[in-house]
């Protein structure tokens, strides 16, 4: 039995944040009705059969889900929606704040017909206050949370991150626990809850280390370090004689220690904390190799030398991750799931749905006729 059997969820969010999450939750079980508009669906779909920029996102994050197309300013699709709400008591919508009480459908609404719902809702600033109506992205939310503070303290200039942290961290992962949180609530009470994620509050509570280097600037003013941030040795990204780059994470001292003798310079060891000084020293060792031999020196050393790899060498490195398949054909996005569960097998893999593809066996099961649906389709409901 897997771990979220019986347990069904309408998705009515699009793009990242809110698919990342309800993906997550389908791997383990649960029953993902995804509903969009019938005239366009969700942007990622449009962005992956894009000819000229072809970026596979939809197909990845949408796997192992169902389809349904409904025009929620239809009457008639507003009340096969309300109508879904007896089988799935559990919402994730991502719109701005507002839509979806336009729509007749917000949560103070839908909980009266639906004690049980638990209503997740993912905005960029949350569901009140001044800013919930502002348009941004990822790079926006870090900007203003501090995130990018870490650049100018290691005297480097901010870049644009490979990785959405506010979107699948500050979104999708705090929405998940979210979610669960309210489910264990409901189990004991009976009725449910909205939950308001907002993902600039997710990205401001994980910078936890810029927190942490306010705190200690307050308290010791000047001598403040986020050695953490790239001003010390210890911790830092080096280039190598190839033009390659690797990381050295040395944060406690036996590893530390264990670098320096490797590197046959143990008159380094006291010198962890040697800040620019010692970072110049370090650099000139590791510009003296290519990658790939200091990545064979470091293999068996417990000192947290790793090399920067790209994404396609990481997929074919399967010596660095915990038995997953990545060398899996990247289609098959089970290889990217980063949980395992012995007691509670992952859902077999199927591809992502085709726009409305579980319209018919969605309507059927609420009682709905084939001429019912061709009636919906033909009054574009669905």
Not at 34 to 62: M, W, Y
Not at 66 to 93: C, G, P, Q, R
Not at 299 to 313: K, M, Q, R, Y
Request: charged share 20%; hydrophobic share 40%.
């Amino acid at each position: 039995m897997q771990a979220l059997t019986g347990t069904k969820i309408m998705d009515l969010s699009m793009n990242l944040p809110g698919p990342y999450m309800t993906w997550l939750l389908a791997a383990l079980g649960a029953e993902i009705l995804k509903i969009e508009n019938p005239q366009a669906g969700d942007p990622t779909r449009a962005i992956e059969s894009n000819p000229i920029h072809p970026f596979p996102l939809f197909g990845l994050v949408n796997s192992n889900k169902k389809s349904m197309t409904l025009n929620l300013k239809h009457a008639a699709a507003k009340k096969i929606f309300i109508k879904l709400l007896s089988k799935y008591d559990i919402l994730v919508e991502g719109f701005r704040p507002g839509v979806m009480e336009k729509l007749g459908l917000g949560y103070d609404i839908l909980r009266k017909i639906q004690p049980r719902i638990i209503y997740v809702s993912i905005s960029g600033f949350g569901q009140s206050g001044p800013s919930r109506l502002k348009a941004a992205h990822d790079l926006n939310y870090q900007a203003i949370t501090g995130c990018f503070h870490a650049a100018s303290i290691s005297g480097g200039i901010p870049q644009v991150p490979s990785i959405p942290i506010a979107d699948l961290a500050g979104g999708s992962l705090f929405g998940l626990f979210g979610l669960l949180a309210a489910v264990i609530q409901r189990e004991r009470t009976g009725v449910g809850q909205q939950v308001d994620i907002s993902l600039s509050d997710g990205a401001f509570s994980m910078n936890i280390l810029g927190l942490c280097h306010s705190l200690a600037l307050k308290r010791n003013p000047g001598k403040a370090d986020n050695f953490l941030c790239g001003t010390q040795p210890f911790y830092n990204i080096y280039q190598t004689v190839d033009d390659r780059y690797i990381t050295l994470g040395a944060v406690e001292f036996k590893f530390w220690k264990n670098f320096c003798i490797t590197v046959e310079r143990e008159d380094l060891i006291s010198r962890q904390f040697g800040g620019a000084p010692v970072i110049e020293i370090v650099s000139k060792i590791f510009r003296t190799r290519p990658l790939s031999d200091w990545s064979q020196i470091f293999e068996n050393v417990d000192a947290c030398v790793e090399p920067i790899l790209s994404t396609e060498e990481a997929m074919t490195s399967s010596t660095r991750f915990q038995a997953t398949s990545m060398q899996n054909e990247i289609g098959d996005s089970s290889s990217l799931l980063p949980f395992r569960l012995p007691g509670s097998p992952l859902k077999e893999y199927s591809p992502a749905p085709e726009l409305g593809q579980h319209n018919v066996q969605t309507l059927a099961g609420i009682g709905f006729s084939n001429k019912n649906i061709e009636d919906l389709k033909t009054q574009g409901a669905i």
